[in-house]
């Protein structure tokens, strides 16, 4: 079965930044996609980014870019979210996923970690 935990949330002022790390267990296949997604109060979840863990492509959502990556560290089975330049709306609970290729970018993921919260303050 596989696990992934969130961690790195927390509240931060505007401008500022915040390391997200989800790290997965229980895996059996290298080809997989994993991606952040999040959800702020109200709202529907919504795409975050995604990288092929195989070859490191990255994808975003179009808010994102410039501000948020997304990166690996095969050796750790960890993936990161590295978001700086933080905004009011970037105020919500952020998802990590894995999902199989079909899932790129932003598709059908089959496993979800429990979230983490992020907070940014005006």
């Known amino acids: 079965q596989v696990q992934l935990v969130e961690s790195g949330g927390g509240l931060v002022q505007t401008g500022g930044s915040l390391r997200l790390s989800c790290a997965a267990s229980g895996r059996t296949f290298s080809t997989y996609t994993m991606a952040w997604f999040r959800q702020a109060p109200g709202k529907e979840r919504a795409f975050v980014a995604a990288i092929k863990w195989s070859s490191g492509r990255t994808a975003y959502a179009d808010s994102m870019k410039g501000r948020f990556t997304i990166s690996r560290v095969n050796a750790k089975n960890t993936v990161y979210l590295q978001m700086n330049s933080l905004k009011p709306e970037d105020t919500a609970v952020y998802y990590c996923?894995?999902?199989?290729?079909?899932?790129?970018?932003?598709?059908?993921?089959?496993?979800w970690g429990q979230g983490t919260q992020v907070t940014v303050s005006s």
């Open positions: 996923a894995e999902g199989t290729p079909k899932s790129w970018p932003a598709g059908s993921y089959d496993y």
